[in-house]
C-alpha cells in the first residue's frame, strides 16, 4: 500500500497567516493527490484535486503544488473559516489511502 | 443539488451484523463510482470499497479481510455496505462518497452514520 505522511500534525496560526501543511507519498503517485478539509462533526470537504486544481466554489486562498512526491497544500491568508483538519489523498491506485492529516488552530 | 444520506448505522453487539444505506439525488447516481471511508473517533480517514457505476468493478481494503460487500441499485440512487462479524475495531462513522468524473477523488461525501460495537 501506498503510505502517505503529512507534516506538520498540528498548525497553531491566526488569522491572516500564510499557511503550509506538506504531505508525501512513500511512492511515484503522479500528480493524483487530493487534499480535504474537515471540520468537526462535519464529512470531509475537497478543497484540491490532481495535486493543484481546486475544486468548484473553494475559495482561491487555498492553492496546491508538488514537488516529486512532495505536496504542499497553501493557504495564502488564513480566515476564521479555515480552522479545520486538512487531509492528503492518493488517488493513484487501490487502496486508496490518506494522511494522518493536519489540524490548524488558533 | 448533490445529496447523500446515511442510515442504518446504531449499536451492534460483538459478531453481529449491520447494513448501511446511502440514498442519494441530484445528479446522475449511474454515471459514478461510489466509495465507502469511515473514520474511528479521534482518528483519520480509511478508504473501504469502491464499487463501479455498473457494478462490474468492485475493490476493497484489505483490512476489511473480506467482512464487508459493497452493493448498488442504480434504480433506487443507493449505495450499501453491507457488514458482518462486527469487532470494536469497527466502531467509527461510516461516510458514502461520490467519486469524481474520471479519477478517484471524492467531492461529494454524506453527513456519516456511527456504527458502534459493544456488548
Known amino acids: 500500500d501506498i503510505q502517505m505522511t503529512q507534516s506538520p500534525s498540528f498548525v497553531s496560526a491566526s488569522i491572516g497567516d500564510r499557511v503550509t501543511i506538506s504531505c508525501r507519498a512513500s511512492?511515484?503517485?503522479?500528480?493524483?493527490l487530493a487534499w480535504y478539509q474537515q471540520k468537526p462533526g462535519k464529512a470531509p470537504k475537497l478543497l484540491i484535486y490532481?495535486?493543484?486544481n481546486l475544486q468548484s466554489e473553494v475559495p482561491s486562498r487555498f492553492s496546491g503544488s508538488e514537488s516529486g512526491r512532495d505536496f504542499t497544500l497553501t493557504i495564502s491568508s488564513l480566515q476564521p473559516d479555515d480552522f479545520a483538519t486538512y487531509y492528503c489523498?492518493?488517488?493513484?491506485?487501490?487502496?486508496?489511502?490518506f494522511g494522518p492529516g493536519t489540524t490548524v488552530d488558533i | 443539488q448533490v445529496q447523500l444520506v446515511e442510515s442504518g448505522g446504531g449499536l451492534v453487539k460483538p459478531g453481529g451484523s449491520l447494513r448501511l444505506s446511502c440514498a442519494t439525488s441530484?445528479?446522475?447516481?449511474?454515471?459514478?463510482?461510489m466509495s465507502w471511508i469511515r473514520q474511528a473517533p479521534g482518528k483519520g480517514l480509511e478508504w473501504l470499497a469502491y464499487?463501479?457505476?455498473?457494478?462490474?468493478?468492485?475493490k476493497y481494503s484489505d483490512s476489511l479481510k473480506g467482512r464487508f460487500t459493497i452493493s448498488r441499485d442504480n434504480a433506487k440512487y443507493s449505495v450499501y455496505l453491507q457488514m458482518n462479524s462486527l469487532t470494536a475495531e469497527d466502531t467509527s462513522v461510516y461516510y458514502c462518497?461520490?467519486?469524481?468524473?474520471?479519477?478517484?477523488?471524492?467531492?461529494?461525501w454524506g453527513q456519516g452514520a456511527l456504527v458502534t460495537v459493544s456488548s
Open positions: 462518497a461520490r467519486g469524481r468524473f474520471g479519477a478517484n477523488y471524492f467531492d461529494f
Open positions: 441530484g445528479f446522475t447516481f449511474s454515471d459514478h463510482y
Open positions: 464499487i463501479s457505476g455498473g457494478s462490474t468493478y468492485i
Open positions: 511512492q511515484d503517485i503522479s500528480n493524483w
Open positions: 490532481g495535486a493543484s
Open positions: 489523498q492518493q488517488a493513484y491506485t487501490f487502496p486508496f489511502t
